[in-house]
């Protein structure tokens, strides 16, 4: 069965600073790779997602993601977070021929005014 | 568009009571999945429904059970309740079929004393 690991399990960071949580999952085969997002009192929501082709994602926010299949990698960067960013993020896979959702146990990020 | 809506937001049952979780979809959206959250387990797949069919089920007991009705709309019932099953339960609707792009709702928190 597939896993997904986030082994940052919360960073504090301070306005401005760049952003990368890490997210590594196991599963040699063709995977659909997630990454949500829980800001305080709010739901879970899509942050941004890939399924193929450019391996570099952009989603909401200034996030992106880059997809390094040979590290079975999916990290989320920021160039600059800002305080807003506070939240819970949590990576997510999808395997070929099996549609379950899969998820890491998410990253509690703070940002520091 | 109305999010997704779910009923109760609380809930607390003794031991061995069962309860019914509902869900409504985002108007159009065919597709309701669940998801129990826990701090200990995180964000774990229960099952997925489309067009009033289970399409995948997670690693659960036969306790947890879930139903779709034609307007789409959802409900989750977990008999016998156990202290372990206290989580906060989410669902989640899709248009399409699968985990491609999916919709969270607040989610129930369910205590059992």
């Known amino acids: 069965a597939q896993s997904v690991s986030q082994h940052n399990h919360h960073v504090i960071l301070s306005e401005a600073a760049s952003l990368e949580l890490g997210c590594n999952y196991s599963?040699?085969?063709?995977?659909?790779l997630f990454w949500y997002v829980q800001y305080p009192g709010q739901h879970l929501q899509l942050l941004l997602k890939?399924?193929?082709?450019?391996?570099l994602v952009k989603g909401i926010k200034g996030f992106e993601a880059e997809f390094i299949k040979s590290k079975f990698s999916f990290n989320l960067r920021k160039p600059s977070v800002q305080w807003s960013d506070t939240a819970e993020y949590f990576c997510a896979v999808t395997v070929n021929g099996n549609e379950k959702l899969t998820f890491g146990t998410g990253t509690r990020l703070t940002i520091i005014p | 568009k109305a999010g997704v809506t779910q009923t109760p937001r609380y809930l607390i049952k003794t031991r061995g009571q069962q309860v019914t979780l509902s869900c409504s979809p985002i108007s159009g959206h065919r597709s309701v999945s669940w998801y129990q959250q826990t701090p200990g387990q995180g964000l774990q797949f229960l099952f997925e429904?489309?067009?009033?069919?289970?399409?995948n089920k997670g690693n659960f007991p036969g306790r947890f059970s879930g139903r779709q009705f034609s307007n789409s709309r959802s409900e989750m019932n977990v008999s016998t309740l156990e202290l372990g099953d206290s989580a906060l339960y989410l669902c989640?609707?899709?248009?399409?079929?699968?985990?491609?792009?999916?919709?969270f709702g607040p989610g129930t928190r369910l205590t059992v004393t």
């Open positions: 429904y489309f067009s009033e069919t289970q399409r």
């Open positions: 599963y040699g085969g063709t995977v659909n």
């Open positions: 989640a609707s899709s248009p399409m079929a699968g985990a491609y792009e999916q919709y």
């Open positions: 890939y399924f193929s082709g450019d391996p």
